[in-house]
C-alpha cells in the first residue's frame, strides 16, 4: 500500500496520484505540485489515503506546498491572462486565415508555457501564428489540436434531457460507444436523436448497456416463432425493461389469430427469423451512423 493525495487541474478532468511528501490538504485545497510541464496549480480531489501500489504509476511526484494566499492571487492573475491571450489568439487567427476554431487557453502557473486548444477538420500549418504568438507573449507555446468531444467538455452546454453535458459535470473520462447499444436498447437509430452536441453518439448509451445486454439474453426477437401454452406463434413485439413478449397465436388451423402478452419464462423459442432478413438495411443503417463514432 502506498500513500497518495489525489489532484485534479481542471473541472471534471482526470485526477492525478501524488506523493503527500508530510502535507494534509483537504478536499478543494489549492495545491502546487511538480508536473511533467513544471510547477503547476490543482485542487485537491481525493485527501491522503492509502491506496494498492499496482494503481500507481510510478515514480510517485510529490506535493510542492498546500498553496498559499499569493498562490491563490496569482492562479486568479493567471486566469485573467487566459482570457486576455484567447482574444490575442483569436485576432492573429483571423489575420492568418487558418481554419481553425479556438476553443480554450492553458497558462501554466510558473508563466513558463500556454497552451491553446483549437479543433479543425484537417491539418493546420500554424507556424507563422505560433511565431507571431512567441513574439506577444515571450513563453513558450504550444497549440493542441482536441476532438469535438474534447470540445464539448471544455465548452459546456444543455444536452436533449435538458440537464447539463455529463462531459462536464461528472465524466473525468471517454468511453467508447457504439450502435449496438443504441440497438440493444430499442432505441431509435435516427441520428438527430441518438447524437450529442458535439455531433457524436451520446455518452450515456453506456450507462445501461450492461443492464440490456442481461437483459436481452433469453429475450426473442420480433419475427421469431415461439411456442407459449396456447400453441405456436410469431412474436410481434418485445418490453425488455419488463421482459414481456408479444405474441400472435393461432390454437388450430382456421382458428382466428389471438394476440396475448407472455412472461419471458413463460415461452420457448422454436426457431429464430432468417439471419438474412433484415441484415441489409442494417448495414445500411450503420454505413449512415459511421460519422457518429470516433
Not at 471534471?12 to 510547477?39: A, L
Not at 489568439?89 to 483571423?94: D, G, L, R, S, Y
Not at 438527430?192 to 445486454?213: A, D, N, Q, V
Not at 438474412?276 to 438495411?281: L, N, T, V, W
Amino acid at each position: 500500500m502506498v500513500e497518495i493525495v489525489g489532484i485534479r487541474f481542471r473541472k471534471v478532468g482526470k485526477i492525478y496520484y501524488f506523493d503527500p511528501n508530510g502535507t494534509e490538504p483537504k478536499q478543494g485545497d489549492g495545491m502546487i505540485v511538480e508536473t511533467s510541464r513544471g510547477i503547476d496549480f490543482g485542487t485537491c480531489e481525493l485527501p491522503c489515503r492509502m491506496v494498492e501500489e499496482s494503481t500507481v504509476m510510478a515514480p510517485l511526484r510529490k506535493i510542492v506546498r498546500i498553496a498559499t494566499e499569493a498562490d491563490l492571487s496569482q492562479q486568479e492573475s493567471n486566469k485573467q491572462r487566459e482570457k486576455e491571450a484567447m482574444a490575442i489568439c483569436a485576432e492573429k487567427i483571423k489575420k492568418h486565415e487558418l481554419d481553425m476554431k479556438l476553443i480554450d487557453v492553458e497558462l501554466a502557473f510558473d508563466l513558463t508555457k500556454i497552451m491553446f486548444y483549437f479543433t479543425s477538420d484537417g491539418r493546420v500549418d500554424f507556424r507563422e501564428l505560433v511565431r507571431d504568438l512567441a513574439s506577444v507573449f515571450r513563453m513558450r507555446i504550444e497549440l493542441r489540436q482536441i476532438g469535438v468531444r474534447d470540445e464539448a467538455k471544455m465548452l459546456n452546454g444543455v444536452g436533449i434531457c435538458g440537464r447539463c453535458l455529463c462531459c462536464a459535470t461528472f465524466l473525468s473520462d471517454f468511453q467508447p460507444v457504439s450502435i449496438k447499444m443504441a440497438k440493444e436498447q430499442s432505441l431509435s437509430l435516427n441520428p438527430t436523436k441518438i447524437s450529442g452536441i458535439c455531433g457524436r453518439l451520446m455518452c450515456c448509451l453506456k450507462y445501461e448497456e450492461e443492464t440490456y445486454e442481461e437483459l436481452n439474453k433469453n429475450m426473442p426477437s420480433i419475427g421469431d416463432t415461439v411456442i407459449v401454452p396456447e400453441g405456436k406463434g410469431e412474436v410481434q413485439s418485445i418490453n425488455v425493461l419488463r421482459q414481456l413478449v408479444k405474441v400472435a397465436v393461432r390454437k388450430k388451423p382456421g382458428d382466428d389469430i389471438i394476440v396475448n402478452t407472455y412472461n419471458v419464462e413463460d415461452i420457448k423459442i422454436v426457431s429464430r427469423k432468417h439471419a438474412g432478413e433484415g441484415a441489409a438495411p442494417g448495414e445500411a443503417i450503420n454505413d449512415e451512423l459511421k460519422k457518429l463514432i470516433d
